[in-house]
């Protein structure tokens, strides 16, 4: 006998449905799987049989073929279990073909029969939704993160056997009313307020947040500079429905969702050591690629501390994701695209010894040394820089003093109103970070004052190209944040005071 059931399997931060062919025919008794499963799925042939016994259900003593299709995409994961047991008992002739038809299986299987949760199920679930397909049967504890999908009828099942007599009648499982998501804002967050004095950082930061600027904050240790890039996310405006959604599924697909969240509500914000692999940051690993760090802070923060630190093949390797926002991995004839659209945020000594410049500390490095230490960043990397800013260390008065600035609430309702001016102009979920070249012109415009500055600036400081453009993004998130149309030029000079002493240094 023969039948076929629906599941699915991430590719990417997406999915692709399967359908799970099962045929059982006289022969020598044996499970065989094919169509390109990986080690995971092909381990499931003892996991079916163990869960059929241990739920009552028989095993039959034929041969029997599972194939994946389409035969020539790579399968993994343990998210087939529940699709394959379920077709072997439709091939059997125990649960109606009709019943099987038009519903998405997805768990993995205990050997007692239990059904646990999968990663990739949300991604699955969209799948689903995309294909016309307005059922699915999961795991319990999987079940939340596909209600979120709108038109899907979500049936959770805690084992083997409950799926079993659900799908022949004996047993009413109500699907799961669809989640309405509430993103809300941020609540996890450090608070600015937690921050003495810095206010040339606190004014580099706000403007970070409105416009989306990448930022490098230099000065010796235990000035703050890893407090305020944890307070950066708490400045941010919350994530969108749209962006919840997709980070959700970076993190599903990825097996990092919090066990009973359905949605992530706040900001990613990433912070790998500095000992973090090239795989381990733009992503990678055997069979499909899985998502990177630069993936996981998908419209959130990616924070390197002890920037120079950093292997260099590393940080290159950041230069086409800031720029393109995304980044395509191709591994053995499988190639796949992740978004990356994130802040950059980077913290760093002065010197080797952390205290070049420090009026308490002498430097101890000598000069070969400290040039040394600049020139693991390259001029291209910094190029991608917008913002950089100087730490100091704070003054008896700073420390002894009783509060600190405004909190991240009143910040945030500066930001927040930022942008929505740009989601105004480019009508999308853009920030003036990501304004091109073509664009440059059309939205950056200055008044006259402010043009004969910045052709003054060009002048005095021999402003490259991408020097000249990096200071109009950054005036015009500065206008932005003023509720200002045309670039001033005072926002012109706030935003040179931004940028490195020499153009690709700091």
């Not at 052709?455 to 944040?481: E, F």
């Not at 012109?492 to 153009?503: D, F, G, N, W």
Request: aromatic content about 4%; some cysteine; charged content about 25%.
């Amino acid at each position: 006998m023969f039948a076929k059931v629906l599941s699915g399997t991430p590719f990417g931060v997406e999915a692709v449905l399967v359908e799970v062919q099962c045929d059982v025919s006289p022969g020598i008794p044996g499970l065989s799987i094919v169509g390109l499963p990986d080690k995971e799925v092909s381990e499931a042939r003892e996991r079916i049989r163990s869960a059929l016994k241990n739920s009552g259900l028989p095993f039959p003593e034929l041969r029997v073929t599972v194939n994946l299709a389409p035969a020539d995409l790579r399968k993994e994961g343990v998210g087939l279990d529940l699709a394959l047991a379920v077709a072997l008992l439709g091939a059997t002739g125990e649960i109606p073909q009709e019943r099987l038809e038009g519903v998405v299986f997805l768990g993995e299987l205990s050997l007692d029969g239990e059904l646990r949760p999968v990663r990739g199920v949300l991604p699955v679930a969209l799948a689903a939704q995309e294909a016309g397909v307005e059922k699915m049967l999961v795991a319990a504890d999987s079940a939340p993160e596909a209600a979120l999908v709108e038109g899907l009828s979500v049936y959770p099942v805690s084992n083997l056997r409950s799926a079993f007599t659900f799908l022949i009648g004996s047993l009413e499982i109500k699907p799961l009313p669809q989640l309405i998501p509430d993103t809300g804002g941020p609540r996890t967050w450090l608070d600015l307020a937690l921050v003495k004095g810095q206010l040339h950082a606190r004014r580099a930061l706000e403007i970070a947040a409105a416009g989306g600027h990448n930022l490098i904050m230099v000065g010796p240790p235990g000035t703050g500079k890893s407090l305020l890039a944890r307070c950066l996310p708490g400045v941010l405006p919350p994530l969108s429905l749209e962006e919840a959604l997709e980070v959700t599924r970076i993190y599903s697909v990825a097996g990092l969702l919090p066990r009973g969240v359905a949605l992530l509500r706040d900001r990613p914000f990433r912070a790998p050591h500095h000992t973090v692999s090239y795989a381990g940051m733009v992503g990678g690993g055997a069979g499909v690629p899985t998502p990177g760090e630069i993936t996981l802070a998908h419209q959130g923060i990616l924070f390197l501390d002890e920037l120079p630190e950093f292997d260099r093949k590393v940080l290159e390797a950041l230069r086409q994701p800031l720029e393109d926002r995304g980044i395509t991995i191709t591994r053995a004839g499988v190639s796949v695209t992740f978004p990356a659209s994130f802040t950059l945020v980077g913290a760093m000594n002065p010197c080797p010894c952390g205290y070049l410049g420090d009026p308490h500390h002498p430097c101890r490095c000598r000069p070969h040394e400290i040039q040394r230490y600049w020139k693991k960043l390259s001029g291209p990397f910094l190029d991608r820089i917008d913002l950089f800013v100087r730490v100091p260390r704070l003054s008896r008065e700073e420390l002894l003093g009783e509060g600190g600035g405004e909190p991240s609430a009143a910040v945030r309702e500066r930001v927040e109103a930022a942008r929505e001016i740009q989601r105004r102009r480019f009508g999308m979920l853009r920030t003036n970070a990501e304004i091109n070249l073509k664009e440059l012109k059309q939205h950056c415009r200055l008044s006259s004052e402010a043009k004969g500055l910045l052709c003054r600036a060009i002048d005095h400081y021999g402003l490259s190209a991408r020097g000249y453009s990096r200071v109009l993004k950054v005036s015009r998130t500065i206008a932005d944040l003023e509720g200002v149309d045309i670039i001033r030029p005072e926002y012109i000079a706030e935003a040179l005071q931004y940028r490195p002493q020499k153009e690709g240094e700091t």
